[in-house]
């Protein structure tokens, strides 16, 4: 028999946490351009993780560079680069700081439930049936015996079916942490060297 443990509840948190762009959904823009530059599509933008925040920032805009725009949310899953050199494309940004702190976590109990499968259970019977006859006449002059025999068999079977259920089996303590975001995207070129 095969047990299945269900998460219920843990796929769907972890599904739609996964979905959401946070980095997209809180990006606020503070260079204003219709456009992204042709030249700015396909960069390699460079991340920097950042324990120190303002400090880091100060430091790329005394080297020229220029702020674009910044996202600051929470969220359980915090951006990996790869995140961070997307929305940078998306923005024309060349360089992304980013700095990363837990804020806490908070402990759920989410049910746990095996599969029982359904069973099947078959039901037979077979047998035979036998019958046997004589007869005796008399009459007219004549004078006879009959006898007959008769034998037969059966067999017959049928099945029975149960589905298969959920049992619950108890809570599982799931443990989900919470981060601090604030990515700040920077380039160096003529327009955002005007916002230093």
Request: proline fraction near 5%.
């Amino acid at each position: 028999m095969k047990t299945c443990i269900l998460l219920i509840g843990l796929t769907a948190l972890l599904c739609c946490g996964c979905a959401t762009d946070h980095l997209q959904k809180f990006y606020v823009q503070v260079l204003h351009e219709q456009t992204v530059p042709k030249h700015l599509r396909n960069i390699q933008p460079d991340i920097i993780i950042s324990n120190n925040l303002t400090n880091d920032s100060s430091k790329a805009l005394r080297k020229g560079l220029g702020v674009v725009g910044y996202a600051d949310y929470w969220s359980s899953r915090p951006p990996i680069p790869a995140d961070l050199r997307k929305q940078a494309r998306r923005v024309g940004a060349t360089c992304v700081i980013c700095s990363i702190h837990h804020r806490g976590s908070e402990t759920a109990y989410r049910p746990v439930y095996n599969w029982v499968p359904g069973t099947t259970a078959t039901y037979g019977s077979s047998g035979s049936i036998s019958a046997q006859s004589t007869a005796s006449f008399y009459g007219n002059g004549l004078y006879g015996n009959a006898y007959g025999n008769a034998q037969g068999y059966y067999n017959s079977t049928a099945s029975a079916s149960s589905p298969g259920y959920l049992q619950y089996a108890g809570a599982m303590p799931v443990t989900i942490h919470y981060y601090d975001v604030n990515a700040v995207f920077l380039r160096r070129d003529h327009q955002s060297a005007a916002l230093r």
